[in-house]
């Protein structure tokens, strides 16, 4: 994914050398993946809405949508990515009120894993105790469990300075500038100690909500 090249220049008031995101959103907004909002300022606290995060990926995936935009700006996005397999497994329809909800940093964790799976065709990891890594492991629903996972395994995503995961939050632009490099470009993704490929049944093929892996 992310064909586009990687060029410099962009710059936006808010954010600054040293933020934590710095390097990740002056990668997407050169790359053409993610630009700013209208007043120029690229708001990195700011939530992201599902059909602006299913557009960031449809993008890395090199998806074009074909279809017109019937409900929802987003419409062409969620249809190519559902057709694609990166929206199984959760309950989000083609509707304008389900399409403006800020996404949550567990259903943007199950599309990255679907990406991976379905359309990277990358294979699974297995953690090692994955429990002692993620705060609230715990905590996280059987449904999203395998999502989150995998995602920290492919070392797409970590958690708060509090070691937890915090699921139920609210995606932020900031934390999507992250999510989209890491799981677009390979070297980007962070070392992983605690977790090891394997060769699975889903691996490189499609997967859905009811697929596990054991993490023990």
Same mark, same amino acid.
């Given at each position: 994914?992310?064909?586009?090249?990687?060029?410099?220049?962009?710059?936006?008031?808010?954010?600054?050398?040293?933020?934590?995101?710095?390097?990740?959103?002056?990668?997407?907004?050169?790359?053409?993946?993610?630009?700013?909002?209208?007043?120029?300022?690229?708001?990195?606290?700011?939530?992201?809405?599902?059909?602006?995060?299913?557009?960031?990926?449809?993008?890395?995936?090199?998806?074009?949508?074909?279809?017109?935009?019937?409900?929802?700006?987003?419409?062409?996005?969620? #249809?190519? =990515?559902?057709?694609?397999?990166?929206?199984? /497994?959760?309950? &989000?329809? @083609?509707? $304008?009120? *389900?399409?403006?909800?800020?996404?949550?940093?567990?259903?943007?964790?199950?599309?990255?894993?679907?990406?991976?799976?379905?359309?990277?065709?990358?294979?699974?990891?297995?953690?090692?105790?994955?429990?002692?890594?993620?705060?609230?492991?715990?905590?996280?629903?059987? #449904?999203? =469990?395998?999502?989150?996972?995998?995602?920290? /395994?492919?070392? &797409?995503? @970590?958690? $708060?300075? *509090?070691?937890?995961?915090?699921?139920?939050?609210?995606?932020?632009?900031?934390?999507?500038?992250?999510?989209?490099?890491?799981?677009?470009?390979?070297?980007?993704?962070?070392?992983?100690?605690?977790?090891?490929?394997?060769?699975?049944?889903?691996?490189?093929?499609?997967?859905?909500?009811?697929?596990?892996?054991?993490?023990?």
């Amino acid at each position: 994914g992310a064909s586009a090249a990687y060029s410099t220049g962009r710059t936006f008031p808010d954010v600054n050398t040293g933020d934590w995101y710095y390097n990740d959103v002056m990668k997407c907004a050169n790359s053409g993946i993610i630009d700013g909002l209208p007043d120029g300022k690229f708001h990195p606290e700011s939530s992201l809405k599902r059909g602006e995060f299913m557009k960031l990926v449809a993008v890395i995936a090199d998806f074009v949508p074909m279809t017109a935009a019937v409900n929802h700006w987003a419409d062409p996005y969620y #249809k190519v =990515l559902n057709n694609a397999g990166v929206l199984w /497994g959760l309950d &989000i329809q @083609d509707t $304008y009120a *389900d399409l403006e909800k800020p996404i949550t940093r567990y259903e943007m964790a199950m599309m990255i894993r679907n990406l991976c799976f379905n359309v990277y065709g990358e294979n699974a990891v297995k953690l090692s105790a994955p429990e002692s890594h993620i705060g609230d492991y715990s905590s996280v629903g059987s #449904k999203y =469990l395998d999502a989150v996972t995998q995602a920290y /395994g492919k070392g &797409i995503l @970590d958690g $708060y300075t *509090d070691g937890m995961f915090h699921g139920d939050s609210i995606l932020t632009r900031g934390q999507a500038a992250a999510v989209v490099v890491r799981t677009a470009w390979a070297s980007s993704r962070k070392s992983v100690s605690f977790a090891t490929e394997v060769e699975t049944a889903t691996g490189g093929g499609l997967v859905n909500a009811a697929d596990s892996f054991s993490f023990k």
